[in-house]
């Protein structure tokens, strides 16, 4: 017996946020996020996205045990920039369960269908600033920071519910001993010879408050128009900033300006996956312990936000933020690093970024549906 019911209580928010738990609890390469910080996604006091959005969230049972869970998103900011009435699901888990997974997107069209809802996409959680996608290609290697994995059986599961493909997203693994240092150092020096007034620095944590704006101007600029893109907030940029204050390195955010003006950047952050792995959820005294030993190890860093503003493309831009981005891993240390996500059609980017080693090796899928 197929059961599905919105999450009303304390205890089903609970459920809901750790069944993840229960179904990964033997997958060696699945990544335990902090519980703590998946309670605050769902928080409209401490998620400024639920400003402009609402949510329901769902369970599915199977014989009074809990199978699966879901959440319907509606985030108005997004259907009032591309001007549709396209919503989301995300935060989408589930065992390998057709009729469960089948009655949780039943229960999620039902929901959009009420609010005059005529597609939705996903899997957001809880958009496309934010974690989102459903892992396709590359199952036997652990996701980087801020990227998920899932079983090889939801791809066709998500299919049998009615959904189709909307988008894919690339992720590219760097070694850096790879990195074509002596290439990209040529076609810096010509980009640098043709572009006046043009200085490339790293994030200056003692102006962080203004850096954090510039970094959005360039972001709400550069993907204006990227499939699935909706401009972050100031309130949505300001707690991202503050969520990940502690955990950046300056010299991975390398920022260029042209005329004094900030025209492009990249952002990496360090691989925390490597700690979070072996925290099991939790963020306790032993944890952080943990945390500050394991912090040291981390020898890899996902390259997430790269980004021109639209009228200095085609200037070579891209060149130097890859190579300061190499240049800083290397003197820090690192051995690896991830490129994602790119999106399937986006082929300048996925052209450069083979052309300069990246190697395609995991591939995850957005899916679309008909209320």
């Known amino acids: 017996m197929i059961k599905v019911i919105p999450v009303r209580t304390e205890k089903e928010l609970k459920d809901f946020i750790n069944l993840p738990f229960k179904l990964y609890k033997n997958n060696r390469y699945w990544v335990p996020p902090l519980k703590r910080e998946v309670r605050n996604l769902f928080d409209k006091m401490k998620n400024p996205f639920w400003s402009h959005a609402e949510k329901e969230l769902f369970l599915v049972y199977r014989n009074k045990q809990l199978s699966g869970r879901i ?84 791809d066709e599961l998500i299919k049998k519910c009615g959904l189709v493909k909307a988008k894919d997203l690339n992720a590219y ?82 920022i260029i300006e042209i005329d004094e003006v900030p025209v492009a950047i990249a952002l990496a952050i360090p691989d925390y996956n490597t700690v979070l792995k072996r925290l099991n959820g939790r963020l306790g005294p032993i944890e952080m312990l943990k945390f500050m030993y394991y912090k040291k190890k981390i020898k890899a860093a996902r390259l997430m936000i790269m980004g021109v503003r639209k009228q200095y493309r085609k200037m070579g831009l891209e060149s130097l933020l890859f190579l300061e981005s190499f240049r800083a891993a290397q003197e820090l240390g690192y051995t690896a690093g991830e490129l994602s996500w790119v999106l399937e059609d986006n082929h300048p980017t996925n052209n450069t970024t083979t052309k300069l080693g990246g190697n395609l090796y995991k591939k995850y899928r957005i899916y679309e549906g008909i209320v």
């Open 173 to 254: 693994y760097f070694d850096m001993k790879d990195a074509p240092f002596e290439y990209l150092e040529r076609i810096c020096s010509i980009v640098r010879r043709r572009v006046h007034d043009i200085k490339v620095r790293s994030l200056n944590l003692h102006d962080f408050k203004n850096e954090v704006k510039k970094i959005q101007e360039v972001y709400n600029d550069a993907w204006s128009r990227n499939w699935g893109f909706v401009p972050m907030t100031d309130e949505e940029i300001s707690t991202f900033a503050e969520n990940v204050k502690s955990l950046i390195i300056p010299e991975l955010i390398p």
């Open 71 to 154: 959440c319907a998103i509606i985030d108005y900011n997004f259907m009032e920039f591309w001007d549709e009435k396209t919503a989301y699901f995300g935060f989408f888990e589930c065992d390998n369960d057709e009729d469960a997974a089948a009655a949780l997107f039943e229960h999620v069209r039902e929901y959009l269908s009420d609010k005059d809802i005529t597609k939705y996409i996903g899997p957001m959680n809880p958009s496309t600033n934010d974690e989102c996608a459903v892992l396709i290609e590359g199952f036997y290697t652990k996701p980087f920071i801020m990227m998920p994995h899932n079983f090889e059986y939801y």
